[in-house]
């Protein structure tokens, strides 16, 4: 099964895709944390990313195209994927269905997750990660069973992005509206497009998944 999350920043499309990951036995494919890891890794290549990152912005189609190629070609993705962050304009759409069906491949679900952008700043501003692991957190809304603790690997560390302020996130909005919304009508026209209320509680988002993927 494989499977495109659509949203905009703060939707939840990390929460959800990274337990469709430990749930259903399909590989999360996030451009955002290649994208990262890029970034960490100290590259020429990452600092250009993060300049792009920082201000808002989209990272250039050509390199996010083939970036997530590559990344599709690898075996473990043969037992399906979530993507997550990815398409995110109509080119990158479209490069997604010639990349697929050259490998006979297809999507089966592009899930719509619609959310008020006003609570999107909230959500991201208190959103937090295990720096050993990378589950995620909230300082309201997803807490640790234990303080400073990480539920999965029991790691007290933990790090914030930096494109997780205020301005940076409107400019996020902004291009996912510009950039990123026109792509669920070329999904529509595909007969694949399903929705999910993104402002119900983390467990209902995930129970209205369900019921689409099974
Ligand atoms: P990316 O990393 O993809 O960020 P994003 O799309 O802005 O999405 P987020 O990760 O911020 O949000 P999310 O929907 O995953 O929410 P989450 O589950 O974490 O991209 C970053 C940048 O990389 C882009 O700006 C761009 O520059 C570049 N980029 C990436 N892909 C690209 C591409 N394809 N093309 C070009 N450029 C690209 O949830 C947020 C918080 O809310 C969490 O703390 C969570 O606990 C909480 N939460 C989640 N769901 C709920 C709920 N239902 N109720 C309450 N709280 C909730």
Do not use: W
């Not at 996010?64 to 993705?77: A, E, P, Q």
């Amino acid at each position: 099964m494989n499977v495109i999350l659509v949203g905009p920043p703060g939707a939840g499309k990390g929460t959800q895709a990274q337990r469709f990951q430990e749930t259903h036995s399909i590989i999360q494919l996030s451009t955002g944390d290649m994208l990262r890891e890029e970034v960490a890794s100290g590259s020429e290549l990452g600092k250009q990313f993060k300049e792009v990152m920082d201000s808002g912005t989209l990272v250039p189609d050509d390199m996010i195209i083939s970036m997530i190629s590559s990344r599709i070609g690898k075996d473990d993705c043969k037992i399906g994927f979530i993507l997550d962050g990815f398409p995110r304009t109509t080119p990158q759409a479209k490069a997604l269905d010639q990349m697929l069906g050259e490998k006979e491949l297809k999507i089966d679900h592009v899930i719509e997750m619609k959310v008020d952008d006003d609570a999107m700043v909230k959500r991201i501003t208190g959103r937090y990660t295990c720096a050993q692991c990378g589950a995620g957190y909230h300082d309201e809304f997803q807490q640790p069973e234990r303080e400073g603790v990480c539920d999965h690997c029991e790691s007290k560390e933990f790090t914030r992005r930096d494109d997780d302020n205020p301005e940076t996130v409107r400019s996020r909005l902004q291009a996912y509206h510009d950039q990123t919304a026109p792509i669920l009508g070329y999904y529509n026209k595909k007969g694949v497009m399903e929705t999910v209320d993104g402002m119900a509680a983390i467990d209902d988002v995930t129970e209205q998944m369900n019921a689409i993927l099974g």
